[in-house]
């Protein structure tokens, strides 16, 4: 009997687990280096994690946070902007970019993998309940009624944060794709050539459009809207949430280093001033990548 063999004897008996060979990498492609990804494949992820979705009759014990606001919009679409007046709402806490979906747990025994199971709880599962602990916390610090997350990889995401807050509510930020991509391109010139900022953007924005097309009962706003007329904007808003309106959200307030966090979420000049700055004219249609004009067609910027 093989060496392999009898080691697979004892584990069994003794832990129920068994070595396998790893799977040989594929002909043809170098080994330890991943596949290379398509652009509208978004960032690198662990394998999904498994977990349920908790009913109705579970969600108290489940989940601590009532019916939590995210954003989902693209990067440079003006969700720092939209944080800051919903921020200045005397009922809404809108913390900085929290990143909660690269929050993960891992069970590192098979013993604490099985105990967790006989819980009903899989890595999904615990990374929900981290989750709900996290935006929890930061609530009930603020003294607030709702929070507002508004990180940019929330619309890779969607899916994911419904079924962990089945009560949770979501607006849909849009902005001219081609703006977007110029504003992303100009953020950093040398690293992000306009085509790279291009793809970038088409992958965004493909998100956030899959994530609007699932969610009929969503609130959808154009970034052009607010800058043009904050209040009209923000009264639709309050309604949408069930708030009243607050005149001090377009007047949210000088901000310093120690609110606006440099690389969560924009800090720059204009977002530091405390109230709405116009916004950038719309680029002519001889100007719109071809890549974004589908995109561009179903917000409704058809010039």
């Not at 899959?210 to 309604?239: H, K, N, Q, S």
């Amino acid at each position: 009997m093989s060496l392999a063999r009898n080691l697979n004897r004892a584990l069994t008996v003794t832990t129920g687990l068994q070595v396998r060979r790893a799977p040989q990498a594929a002909k043809g492609k170098p080994k330890g280096r991943p596949a290379a990804k398509s652009p509208a494949a978004g960032p690198a992820t662990r394998p999904a994690a498994a977990y349920r979705c908790p009913t109705a009759e579970e969600q108290p014990v489940e989940r601590l946070l009532r019916r939590p606001v995210f954003i989902i919009s693209s990067i440079r679409s003006g969700s720092t902007l939209l944080r800051m007046m919903t921020g200045a709402h005397p009922r809404l806490h809108a913390p900085h970019e929290l990143h909660i979906g690269k929050l993960e747990v891992a069970c590192a025994t098979w013993h604490s993998e099985r105990a967790m199971g006989e819980l009903g709880l899989r890595r999904g599962g615990l990374e929900h309940l981290l989750w709900d602990r996290v935006l929890h916390r930061e609530l009930i610090r603020s003294g607030k009624d709702f929070v507002v997350e508004k990180t940019p990889a929330n619309a890779y995401m969607y899916r994911r944060l419904r079924d962990c807050w089945p009560d949770a509510r979501f607006v849909f930020l849009l902005r001219h794709p081609a703006s977007i991509a110029r504003s992303w391109h100009e953020s950093d010139p040398v690293k992000r050539p306009h085509e790279r900022a291009v793809t970038d953007v088409l992958r965004y924005v493909t998100a956030v459009e899959e994530a609007r097309a699932a969610d009929a009962d969503g609130f959808t706003v154009r970034y052009e809207d607010i800058t043009a007329d904050p209040e009209r904007e923000m009264r639709r808003l309050c309604a949408y949430l069930g708030v009243d309106y607050a005149p001090q959200m377009l007047h949210y307030g000088k901000k310093g280093n120690a609110e606006l966090v440099r690389g969560l979420g924009d800090w720059r000049e204009n977002i530091r001033t405390g109230t709405v700055q116009p916004g950038r004219a719309l680029p002519p249609r001889d100007e719109i990548p071809e890549r974004l004009r589908p995109l561009c067609a179903a917000w409704g910027y058809t010039s």
